[in-house]
């Protein structure tokens, strides 16, 4: 069966600080694999997605980069965080860009920015 | 390229009522509809998705969806609420081949 980690699951960071946060899924190949950030516990914003290693969509412009060292692990970072960074931001993976084929979700990061 | 709406931020029920999360969509084509679920502090889970076939689509947890084309909705459903379904719930539709579009979320308290 597939899964899907991300860490840490909390972060407190200082303004201007950098930021890694990595997510990893386990028993599939080639998965596509997306970056959101929540805030305040309502929508969902796509920051990145990927459909291969070292393909990266970036669906916002912002502080934040991404990239995707192997087929199976996607990370997040930033070289300077903002107060506005602060949020849960959730991987996810899906199968194939079919659109018929549901997306699966890590735990999330929480991360707070001060 | 389809797009969801949630048009309630809050749904409030009493343990045992039935529920309704409601969701509409605008598609060009034939629609695929997905509904997820998110407890306090974790990722979102898939509930159940509508494709192609009957209208009336089953899930996880013993929650539904039905599908209608002339009002353009997919609306979640479930007989009898739990306290344990409070949590918020997304309506969700691909956007183009590479990702899907969620609605804003739509937060579901069942009160004892």
């Known amino acids: 069966s597939q899964t899907i980690h991300q860490w840490p699951a909390t972060l407190v960071q200082p303004v201007g600080s950098p930021l890694s946060l990595e997510c990893t899924v386990e028993?599939?190949?080639?998965?596509?694999l997306y970056w959101y950030r929540q805030a305040a516990g309502r929508g969902l914003q796509l920051l990145f997605y990927?459909?291969?290693?070292?393909?990266i969509s970036s669906e916002v412009p912002q502080n934040l980069s991404a990239s995707r060292p192997q087929d199976r692990q996607f990370i997040l970072s930033s070289k300077k965080l903002l107060l506005s960074d602060s949020g849960f931001y959730l991987c996810?993976?899906?199968?194939?860009?079919?659109?018929?084929?549901?997306?699966?979700f890590g735990p999330g990061t929480r991360l707070t920015v001060l | 390229a389809q797009s969801v709406a949630q048009p309630e931020d809050q749904v409030n029920v009493a343990e045992g009522n039935p529920l309704t999360v409601k969701c509409t969509y605008s598609?060009?084509?034939?629609?695929?509809l997905f509904w997820y679920v998110q407890y306090p502090n974790r990722g979102l889970q898939f509930l159940l998705k509508?494709?192609?076939?009957?209208?009336l689509v089953k899930g996880s947890y013993g929650f539904e969806a039905e599908f209608n084309k002339s009002q353009t909705s997919f609306h979640l459903k479930k007989p009898s609420a739990l306290v344990s379904d409070s949590a918020l719930y997304f309506c969700?539709?691909?956007?183009?081949?590479?990702?899907?579009?969620f609605g804003a979320g739509t937060r579901l308290t069942v009160k004892p």
């Open positions: 996810a993976w899906s199968p194939e860009v079919a659109g018929e084929n549901e997306q699966f």
């Open positions: 028993g599939t190949s080639n998965p596509n």
């Open positions: 990927s459909v291969g290693i070292g393909q």
């Open positions: 598609v060009s084509g034939n629609p695929y």
């Open positions: 509508y494709i192609t076939g009957d209208n």
């Open positions: 969700a539709a691909p956007y183009n081949n590479n990702d899907m579009r």
